[in-house]
């Protein structure tokens, strides 16, 4: 997209100046029903910015509502995420049974894949829209945290506010690799923003983490050792063991996989397992074919070349 564009209601007559603002939100954000809180001359501007891969949108205008229903989910199909920032505005959003009324300096997150009904008003409301992807691998259950004012309390939403502000407000920021990294910062602020609105449960997920690698090691030769066993043992949901791992950029599948690998080498290397059978059972794996083949991908030699001799 292009680096900045600007548009302007004063660009056409007066009587057609809403059903144009209409127009123009719609093209460059989402399509959704709308209509002014009055009837007065309705005057409204909209900035278009690229941030790498990130779009930000500053729209200035009166109090207005805004309605995305089933309808235009599936007419206009959009995965993205959006942070909103209320610079000098004020509204209310309402999505999934949650309600949020915002004013001057809040920040919220919305999705575009759900139905959601939008009132906004004020001078520089700031809209980030977000791939997916870059959110949802970082935050699980990102949905959930929709319609909610972040805590400006917490670390990390002061600098979030700011780097809004100076994108929004720096003349260009272009595309290339000084753009690209800006957006990243951006991305982890968020995600820190998101992480500290709730200490209690990032805390606990991640002694929870601790204590479930420790459970893993401790049962590495449980042939049924799984998600499901992992969260009947710590009185938890499958999802909230999920939660815990994905903090690390893992799942817990995948740290059991590891840790019988990396458990069975140990074995081998040490002479604890006398055969290739033992090693691979003693970790929790029947399948010895499968296991030569797990065991030769990670470590890139085949168990039997550590196997010691009597």
């Known amino acids: 997209m292009p680096d900045s564009n600007r548009y302007s209601t004063l660009a056409v007559e007066a009587p057609r100046r809403f059903d144009y603002w209409r127009d123009v939100v719609c093209q460059h954000c989402l399509k959704a029903d709308s209509e002014p809180a009055s009837q007065s001359d309705f005057q409204g501007t909209l900035g278009v910015k690229g941030i790498g891969p990130l779009e930000l949108y500053t729209l200035s205008a009166p109090l207005h509502h805004w309605a995305r229903e089933q309808d235009h989910v599936r007419s206009d199909p959009n995965d993205d995420l959006w942070l909103g920032f209320t610079r000098?505005?004020?509204?209310?959003?309402?999505?999934?049974?949650?309600?949020?009324?915002l004013a001057a300096d809040d920040l919220f997150l919305y999705d575009a894949d759900q139905r959601f009904r939008f009132s906004l008003g004020g001078t520089e409301n700031h809209l980030l829209r977000i791939p997916r992807h870059w959110l949802a691998s970082r935050v699980p259950g990102i949905e959930q945290r929709t319609a909610t004012v972040l805590d400006a309390h917490r670390p990390g939403v002061l600098?979030?506010?700011a780097?809004?502000?100076q994108a929004?407000?720096?003349g260009t920021l272009g595309e290339g690799a000084l753009s690209a990294r800006y957006a990243e910062t951006l991305l982890d602020l968020l995600v820190l923003s998101l992480e500290w609105?709730?200490?209690?449960?990032t805390h606990a997920e991640l002694d929870l983490h601790g204590r479930v690698m420790h459970y893993i090691r401790q049962h590495l030769a449980d042939p049924e050792?799984?998600?499901?066993?992992?969260?009947?043992?710590?009185?938890?949901?499958?999802r909230t063991v999920t939660r815990a791992f994905a903090r690390h950029q893992k799942t817990p599948a995948a740290a059991i996989w590891k840790e019988r690998l990396e458990g069975s080498r140990r074995a081998l290397e040490r002479g604890e397992a006398k055969s290739i059978s033992q090693a691979a059972l003693d970790y929790g794996f029947s399948d010895f074919s499968h296991y030569?083949?797990?065991f030769r991908k990670a470590f890139g030699v085949a168990p039997c070349t550590l196997l010691k001799r009597e």
């Open 168 to 170: 929004a407000s720096h």
């Open 163 to 165: 780097m809004l502000q």
């Open 88 to 101: 000098q505005g004020y509204g209310q959003f309402e999505q999934g049974g949650r309600q949020a009324r």
């Open 197 to 201: 609105q709730d200490l209690t449960i």
């Open 225 to 238: 050792l799984s998600l499901e066993r992992i969260a009947q043992a710590h009185h938890v949901s499958t």
């Open 292 to 294: 030569s083949h797990a």
């Open 159 to 161: 600098p979030l506010r």
